[in-house]
């Protein structure tokens, strides 16, 4: 399995309480603002977003191509990150 991605924005309260969650069960995921982005690589990670999650809301934690999280959802974070 491929580490987790988490896609959030900096300022987005469910994307912050996504990460705090995600530290507190030990899980290593890679994180990405993507309203920090500029130019080709934010136009290439919200396409990238698009292919999962077409209403491009944040947070959006990838776990698998098949396993996608949209949203704060600690019980279903938890039911797509088992093997």
């Known amino acids: 399995m491929q580490k987790p991605r988490l896609y959030a924005l900096s300022t987005c309260?469910?994307?912050?309480?996504?990460?705090?969650?995600?530290?507190?069960?030990?899980?290593?995921?890679?994180?990405?603002?993507?309203?920090?982005?500029?130019?080709?690589?934010?136009e290439d990670t919200v396409?990238?977003?698009?292919?999962y999650?077409?209403?491009?809301?944040?947070?959006t934690l990838v776990v698998d191509k098949d396993k996608v999280v949209v949203g704060y959802k600690e019980q279903e974070i938890l039911e797509a990150m088992e093997k």
């Open 13 to 42: 309260v469910h994307c912050k309480n996504t990460k705090k969650f995600l530290d507190k069960q030990g899980i290593d995921y890679e994180a990405i603002h993507v309203d920090l982005l500029q130019g080709k690589e934010r």
């Open 47 to 51: 396409r990238e977003i698009k292919e």
């Open 53 to 59: 999650n077409p209403d491009l809301s944040f947070p």
